[in-house]
């Protein structure tokens, strides 16, 4: 038995006319958000909803977001979608962040490294192989700052 899987692509075509009677085409990308980038302090972090085996938090951030002209607006944050290497940023969490100035829409800036599970291990092992190259402030307790196995 054979089975076929079909595709239907939907391609969403406006056509109007102005006074003079000529054609103004608006495709799908004249529907399309202008994201910006920005900053953003996260505010508070709450769960949304739990999968049904109780393992999955979704969750949602407010943060106040500052716009690249120096506007500083409270918004809500929803959880990116599709993505496998997120990491949830925690309050007070100052982390890059993308806003459309019209709708007031706010997303998460997934090249931010501190939003990604990988980018949050190379921070960790920077910040360790930094904390290696300064020089120790006392002698006392390093005797018994020894780690045992």
């Known amino acids: 038995m054979r089975q076929e899987n079909n595709l239907i692509i939907v391609v969403i075509i406006v056509v109007t006319t102005t006074e ?8 799908n990308a004249a529907f ?3 994201w910006q980038p ?3 302090v996260i505010v508070l972090v709450t769960i949304k909803r739990v999968s049904s085996d109780g393992l999955t938090p979704t969750r949602e951030w407010a943060a ?3 716009a690249a002209d120096g506007t500083v607006t409270r918004a809500k944050i929803g959880e990116p979608r599709w993505v496998t290497d997120f990491w ?4 007070g969490a100052v982390i890059a962040v993308e806003i459309d100035t019209k709708s007031a829409s ?3 800036d997934m090249k931010d490294p501190q939003l990604s599970v990988k980018g949050q291990d ?3 092992a920077d910040a360790f192989a930094a ?4 020089a120790p402030t006392s002698t006392a307790g390093s005797a018994n700052a020894m780690v045992r196995s």
């Open 20 to 27: 003079k009677g000529s054609p103004t085409v608006f495709t």
């Open 32 to 34: 399309r958000k202008n």
């Open 38 to 40: 920005a900053s953003a």
């Open 64 to 66: 106040d977001v500052t």
């Open 88 to 91: 949830p940023p925690s309050v």
């Open 106 to 108: 706010v997303r998460f």
């Open 122 to 124: 190379k921070l960790k």
């Open 131 to 134: 904390a290696l190259r300064v």
